[in-house]
C-alpha cells in the first residue's frame, strides 16, 4: 500500500486542484489510486463546489463521496471546530477506521489534508497528528508569493521533526511571465526546505483536467515510481 498525505502552507493555495489533478495523472498512468478527504468543511458532501466532488471530478474515480470523506460540514471552519459546531463527534480513531475501509478499494491512496500542518482536525489530533498516524511521504502545496519560503520551509521542518518524509513541494497559482519575481522564491524555498520544487503549476483557467494532468506529468515524471517504491 502505497500513497502521499497531501498538506499545505495554508488555506487556499491550491491543495485540493493539486490532489485532484496528480490523482487524475497516475490513475491515467496505470496506478490504482484513490482519494480520501478525511473531513469536508464549507459544503455538503455532494456540493459540486465541495473539495470531495472537485477530486472526484479532476480525479475522474468513480468512487462514491461517503467513501471518500467520514464527515462533511457546512460552516467554513476549522475541521475539529466545524465538526463540534454541527454536533459532530469525530476522534482520530474514527478516521483511521474510515480510511482502514477505504483502503480495501485501492492499492494506493492520496489524502488530502486540510489547510496547514497544524490544523485541528479533530478534537483529538491534528493534520501532523493524522499523516503521522498514515505514515505516507508529505508532499506540499505552496503559493508562490511573498511568505512562501518560510511557511513551506517551516512545514519540511514540523513533517520531518515528526519523522515523516518529504516527498517535495509543488508551487500552485503562479503568475503568466517568465520574468516574475515570484520564480525567485524557487530555488530559496529548495535551499531553505531542504527539498525539491518537483512542479511549479498556474491557476488553470480554460484548461481540461486532462491539460492540467500533462502538465504536472511533464515536471514530475517520476511520481508513479516514487509511490510505488514507498509501500508501507
Avoid at 80 to 100: F, M, P, Q, V, Y
Avoid at 136 to 146: C, E, G, Q, T, W
Amino acid at each position: 500500500m502505497g500513497g502521499l498525505f497531501i498538506t499545505g502552507t495554508d488555506t487556499d493555495v491550491g491543495k485540493t486542484m493539486v490532489t485532484g489533478i496528480l490523482a487524475r495523472m497516475l490513475r491515467q498512468d496505470g496506478l490504482d489510486l484513490g482519494v480520501w478527504k478525511p473531513v469536508q468543511s464549507g459544503h455538503a458532501l455532494h456540493h459540486s463546489e465541495g473539495d470531495v466532488m472537485r477530486l472526484k471530478t479532476m480525479s475522474g474515480i468513480a468512487d462514491d463521496p461517503s467513501a471518500m470523506c467520514l464527515h462533511a460540514v457546512m460552516e467554513p471552519l476549522a475541521p475539529s471546530l466545524a465538526l463540534s459546531r454541527a454536533g459532530i463527534h469525530a476522534t482520530r480513531r474514527d478516521l483511521l477506521n474510515h480510511l482502514k475501509a477505504y483502503k480495501q478499494a485501492h492499492k494506493n491512496i492520496l489524502i488530502e489534508g486540510a489547510g496547514g500542518f497544524f490544523v485541528p482536525m479533530t478534537e483529538d489530533t491534528t493534520v501532523a497528528d493524522l499523516a503521522c498516524e498514515v505514515s505516507y511521504p508529505v508532499l506540499i502545496v505552496a503559493r508562490p508569493s511573498l511568505g512562501t519560503v518560510n511557511h513551506t520551509a517551516l512545514t519540511a521542518a514540523y513533517a520531518r521533526q515528526r519523522g515523516l518524509e518529504v516527498a517535495g513541494v509543488i508551487i500552485s497559482g503562479m503568475p503568466e511571465g517568465d520574468d516574475r519575481m515570484e520564480w525567485a522564491n524557487i530555488p530559496m524555498i529548495e535551499e531553505y526546505a531542504q527539498c525539491p520544487v518537483l512542479a511549479v503549476l498556474p491557476w488553470f483557467s480554460d484548461e481540461t483536467a486532462d491539460a492540467r494532468a500533462d502538465s504536472l506529468r511533464k515536471q514530475w515524471p517520476s511520481a508513479k515510481s516514487y509511490i510505488e517504491c514507498f509501500t508501507i
